[in-house]
Structure formats: structure tokens, C-alpha cells
């Protein structure tokens, strides 16, 4: 059986763009290494959502707030005193769309207690055989989406830890793999300078792989009678571990004049998938309501040449998806004294022959 997207001008892009989700950052026995590059499962965890973290990259986790503190670093969920909601829609490459919506709320001496749901929709594919290769009839819609559920408390003036369960589910027409991963963070603020430092872990879970009905094949056994029935073989697919990495990030108030405030950020994440990333951010915030934003991150690759044995390090601009930079910006309109509304937009340029990503984003506090 073969498949293809029902705009059939774009079957090329989308084969480019589900490889290249599946080439996300590989499990490997040697850290910032391409050597497995692309047996890795579970992309959808490595997807970036919400429009503030993902204008400035993971260095957000520092001092990252409210109801995106779900997905970058759940400690940041202390410092909410009410409720907030987030929802943002990306539009991804290959004409893929990701949705994400949390909600977060403060719980008293609880702490804050938020949920958040993510869905990667790649589109309707019709289903196509040699005898009909115009279509049978069928579509079918791959679907991957991840729950989870977050907890934040501060348990000092100074330190907030958090942590999220989520669940993992991928969806192919009649199979499906499941998981769960488990994220946790903590941030420390300085005193100094507006400084805050953090450290993430995520998407720390079990290996998933694909079960169902798609994998039965009705066949006649080796040396049954041609006029026996046939039986049902069920095939198995190897298992894949889930992308996790240990990140530690840091910012401060690089200018404060008024209402000015201009923000700098840096981060380092250790990835088990592939190479390791350095990142920086800058975030200006006037008045509290209006912010402009921008990042950059760079890859760290180990190599070895097979026919010398030597070990070779680079380090470049982005990855194999994106060329490293992005920027974003939003505003916040006040509605009495609790009440808050913003939007959000970040873009982030990706490498030919992919369209950029556009993320936007609405939040309400309350």
C-alpha cells in the first residue's frame, strides 16, 4: 500500500517534511553524536509551543511564567496568583499545523496545578494501492499528541520547582504507539539583577513502539494444503526510546531605565538525540505590555571518521530544520485589575526546502 496527501502538488514537501520530523534529535550512546541521527521516536516532544518560549528558545526556562511554564519548565508555574489560559496555533512545516492549549491556576497552599494538550496534525492522506492508484476511497489522518499534567510550588522566596506527566499517543491509521515522560525544572532567582537561573530535565519515559491491526497479514503457512484457510500473522515494529535532554539556562536585566527593561538570556542543553545546543535570547519589555524578542542557537556535532578513528567536533548555526534564528513579539491589554489579555507572534525561519514556522498566541489571566 502506498499513501499520498490529498494536495497532490505538495506529496513532495510533505515526504521531505515527515522525514525529516522523524530525523529529530536521535537516541545515541554518545552524546552529541549523528551517529543514530534519525531512529529516534516521539518527535512531537521536541516541538516548541508557546509563542514567547519559542521566540527565545529554551533559554525561556529561566524566568518563563503562567501557562507556558507547562511545556518549558514547569517551575515556573509558582508564580502564578490566579488563572491563566494559553492557546497557540502553529503553522509547520510541510503544511503541518500543531495546536496547544494549557490552562494553569493557583491552588493555595497546593501550589499551582496546570494542564496542557498538544496535536501535530500532518493532514489527510488518501490511501492508494497498485490497482487503484487514483485512490480507493480511503483517508485516513495521522495524529500525535501529547497530555500532561503539571504541578509548580515555591518552596522558598527565592526557589520554585515543578514538574509535568505527560502523555504520549501516536495515532497511524489503524496502529498506534503510547508512552509516558515525566519533565521537572527549577528556578532560582538570583536577588540580583533580576537574574534567574534554571534547570530542566524532559521527556524522561519508557521506549514506544506500534501495535494494531495494520500489522496483521492473512497468509497460508509453509507447507499447510492450498485449499487450507488462511492465518493470521501479526507482525512486531522495534521499539524507540523518547528524546529526553538535561538543559541549564540564565538571564538577567541587561538595562532597566523607567519603563524600559531589556532582558538577556543564554542556555545549554545536553541532548541524548543529537548534538548538544548552545542558545541566546534577548527579550525589551516596555511597560510591561509590550515586548519584542529574538534568539539564536548553534548545534554541537561530534564525528568520528571511520577510517581513522579520529573524533572531530563542529559547531553550526541551527540544525538540520532551522537556521538558528527567531523572532517574536506581543502585547497585553489590561481589563480592570486582574484581568489580562495578550497575543503573541514568533517566526523562525527554517532551511530550504521547508516553509517557516509561525506560531501565534492568545492568553488570558485572570
Same mark, same amino acid.
Given at each position: ?17 515527515? @522525514? ?14 549523528? $551517529? ?18 519559542? @521566540? ?26 490566579? %488563572? ?56 485516513? &489522518? ?8 503539571? !504541578? ?5 522566596? $527565592? ?18 504507539? &503510547? ?13 540580583? $539583577? ?59 536585566? @541587561? ?43 548553534? %548545534?554541537? %556535532? ?23 534564528? @527567531? ?19 514568533? !517566526?523562525?525561519?527554517? $532551511? ?11 492568553? !488570558?489571566?485572570?
Amino acid at each position: 500500500m502506498t499513501v499520498q496527501p490529498t494536495k497532490r502538488g505538495t506529496w513532495t514537501t510533505r515526504a521531505l517534511g515527515l @522525514a525529516a520530523l522523524l530525523a529529530l534529535p536521535a537516541p545515541s550512546a554518545h552524546a552529541a553524536s549523528d $551517529r543514530r541521527l534519525g531512529t529516534s521516536g516521539a518527535p512531537e516532544l521536541m516541538i516548541a509551543v508557546g509563542p514567547r518560549g519559542s @521566540a527565545l528558545g529554551q533559554s525561556v526556562a529561566s524566568d518563563v511564567h503562567g501557562a507556558e511554564a507547562v511545556y518549558w519548565n514547569p517551575a515556573g508555574l509558582a508564580g502564578l496568583e490566579g %488563572t491563566e489560559a494559553l492557546f497557540s496555533h502553529t503553522q509547520y512545516f510541510a503544511d503541518m499545523k500543531v495546536n496547544f492549549v494549557a490552562v494553569a491556576s493557583h491552588a493555595g497552599n497546593l501550589g499551582t496545578v496546570g494542564f496542557g494538550a498538544k496535536v501535530l496534525s500532518v493532514g489527510d492522506v488518501i490511501v492508494t494501492t497498485e490497482q487503484a492508484p487514483e485512490g480507493t476511497g480511503e483517508i485516513f &489522518t495521522p495524529t500525535f499528541s501529547v497530555l500532561g499534567v503539571s !504541578w509548580g510550588r515555591a518552596f522558598t522566596d $527565592r526557589i520554585n520547582f515543578g514538574l509535568t506527566v505527560n502523555y504520549v499517543n501516536e495515532h497511524i491509521e489503524t496502529m498506534s504507539a &503510547t508512552g509516558m515522560a515525566l519533565d521537572f525544572g527549577v528556578q532560582y532567582q538570583t536577588g540580583w $539583577r533580576g537574574m534567574n537561573l534554571a534547570m530542566t530535565v524532559k521527556n524522561i519515559g519508557n521506549s514506544m513502539s506500534y501495535d494494531g491491526s495494520g500489522l496483521d497479514l492473512s497468509v497460508l503457512p509453509p507447507g499447510f494444503e492450498p485449499a487450507a484457510s488462511n492465518r493470521i500473522v501479526q507482525f512486531t515494529t522495534a521499539a524507540f526510546e523518547m528524546p529526553s535532554y538535561f538543559s541549564l539556562a540564565a538571564g538577567y536585566d @541587561a538595562w532597566s531605565e523607567a519603563a524600559n527593561v531589556v532582558q538577556l538570556k543564554a542556555s545549554f542543553a545536553s541532548n541524548n538525540f543529537g548534538g548538544d545546543n548552545i542558545a541566546g535570547g534577548v527579550e525589551w519589555t516596555y511597560q510591561k505590555q509590550y515586548s519584542l524578542r529574538g534568539s539564536w542557537f548553534g %548545534t554541537m %556535532t561530534n564525528a568520528t571518521d571511520v577510517r581513522t578513528g579520529d573524533e572531530s567536533t563542529t559547531f553550526d548555526s541551527g540544525d538540520d530544520l532551522y537556521s538558528g534564528f @527567531a523572532l517574536g513579539g506581543g502585547f497585553k491589554v489590561r481589563s480592570g485589575d486582574t484581568q489580562r489579555l495578550g497575543v503573541d507572534l514568533t !517566526w523562525r525561519p527554517s $532551511r530550504e526546502p521547508f516553509d517557516d514556522v509561525i506560531e501565534v498566541g492568545l492568553t !488570558w489571566a485572570f
